[in-house]
């Protein structure tokens, strides 16, 4: 099983970009979906993107399509999430995970990354 790591949050003016990272130990890795959930305060948890476990498959939620690319580096067990054109709504608390199946249910989670995005 992974162990999932994020990092890259922190404070951007609305229009600015960010580049969120979700490191991972363990050896199977590659064997891993990984997608990238966020909260914001007072809201239930959304679905931002995912990516499949060779990089070939990535969907994302239609509020950050357009804007946010899902990408990762088997090499390295890192999934990066570029957010670009950030909005205020795009305020929240970042997490990774990992899961079996792309659509499906995501069982290993990360700690997350606090994003803030400000006029």
């Known amino acids: 099983q992974v162990q999932l790591v994020e990092s890259g949050g922190g404070l951007v003016q609305a229009g600015g970009s960010l580049r969120l990272s979700c490191a991972a130990s363990g050896r199977l890795f590659s064997t891993y979906n990984i997608g990238w959930f966020r909260q914001a305060p007072g809201k239930e948890r959304e679905f931002v993107a995912a990516?499949?476990?060779?990089?070939?498959?990535?969907y994302y939620a239609n509020s950050v399509k357009g804007r946010f690319t899902i990408s990762r580096d088997n090499a390295n067990s890192t999934v990066y999430l570029q957010m670009n054109s950030l909005k205020l709504e795009d305020t929240a608390l970042y997490y990774c995970?990992?899961?079996?199946?792309?659509?499906?249910?995501?069982?290993?989670w990360g700690q997350g990354t606090q994003v803030t995005v400000s006029l």
């Open positions: 990516v499949s476990m060779t990089g070939s498959i990535t």
């Open positions: 995970a990992a899961g079996r199946q792309l659509r499906g249910q995501y069982n290993v």
